[in-house]
């Protein structure tokens, strides 16, 4: 069973403050995705990686880096953090090796709070 | 790049009927649509999908509908219980693009006793 797990449930931060949110699968995926959830807006992609060392930006890259030195842990970096930035997020995994048609697995999400 | 529209983004039924949610989609070359259930205060996680050749698919109480030529897909959920109440997305992709997910906005469904 492939199990994603995030760092934090909850975390408040204050404005201007470098903010990392970890995640870790276990399941040796290649793929690894940073999305944020706000409601009304669904889940949109802020970055993802294919690889170690890979990034691609997705749709809301700005404000946010990335970082993914292992295979297993994919990092989320807020430089700066802002108050729009305040929302739950969650990342996920995939393997290409499953097939074309494969099924994204989502950590329990981080329920970010900037002060 | 693609963008999917989902409808409604809330949806009310009686127990026992039946729920339907909508999406449609903008890019012709994607061909794979898997929904996801949200239930409050947990993950996402994957119900049921649908790939591009094929045109339904059924599991149990739920199913899948995709109209290629219209570009919209539809998650069909029958004899509703309360445990359906949650948020559902829908969302497209295309492998070409490394399994990039484009999400709709959700449905919150909520099923009365």
Known sequence: ?115 | GENVEQHPSTLSVQEGDSAVIKCTYSDSASNYFPWYKQELGKRPQLIIDIRSNVGEKKDQRIAVTLNKTAKHFSLHITETQPEDSAVYFCAASRWETGNQFYFGTGTSLTVIP
């Open chain 1, 1 to 115: 069973d492939v199990k994603v797990t995030q760092s934090s449930r909850y975390l408040v931060k204050r404005t201007g403050e470098k903010v990392f949110l970890e995640c870790v699968q276990d399941m040796d995926h290649e793929n690894m995705f940073w999305y944020r959830q706000d409601p009304g807006l669904g889940l949109r992609l802020i970055y993802f990686s294919y690889d170690v060392k890979m990034k691609e930006k997705g749709d809301i890259p700005e404000g946010y880096s990335v970082s993914r030195e292992k295979k297993e842990r994919f990092s989320l970096i807020l430089e700066s953090a802002s108050t729009n930035q305040t929302s739950m997020y969650l990342c996920a995994s995939s393997s290409p090796l499953a097939g074309a048609y494969n099924e994204q697995f989502f950590g329990p999400g981080t329920r970010l709070t900037v002060l």
